[in-house]
């Protein structure tokens, strides 16, 4: 191999690194974003959306959980910020 198809691979191993670097520190800022929101602030953003906001005060911790897991996919939400919007639902029970 010559010295030039050597850089030439060199080269591209480095954008690869740098795009995966890129991806990498991506994927921690978007958790960090999701980390800095309370619960009670998912739950206003999400939970609006299609019907009234449901009060915390509506249903049992046991429900609140079965509503989580059911909603979660209605509102597209991860598994993280369902269980803080499902902590907060559940803390005035
Ligand atoms: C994409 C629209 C959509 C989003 C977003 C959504 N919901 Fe719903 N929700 C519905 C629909 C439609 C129903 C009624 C049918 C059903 O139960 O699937 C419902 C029903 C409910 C019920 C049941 C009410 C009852 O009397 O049984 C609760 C509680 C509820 N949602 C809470 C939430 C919470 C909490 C969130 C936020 C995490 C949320 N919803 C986000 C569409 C949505």
Do not use: Y
Request: proline share 2%; charged share 20%; net charge positive.
């Amino acid at each position: 191999m010559n010295t030039r198809s050597m850089k030439k691979i060199a080269t591209i191993a480095i954008i690869c690194f740098g795009i995966i670097g890129l991806i990498s520190i991506n994927g921690c800022v978007e958790s960090k974003a999701v980390a800095a929101k309370s619960g009670a602030q998912l739950w206003a953003e999400n939970c609006s959306r299609c019907h009234n906001m449901p009060a915390p005060s509506t249903f049992s911790q046991e429900q609140w959980k079965t509503v989580g897991m059911h909603m979660q996919s209605r509102a597209l939400l991860t598994n993280k910020e369902r269980d803080k919007i499902v902590e907060f639902l559940q803390q005035s029970n």
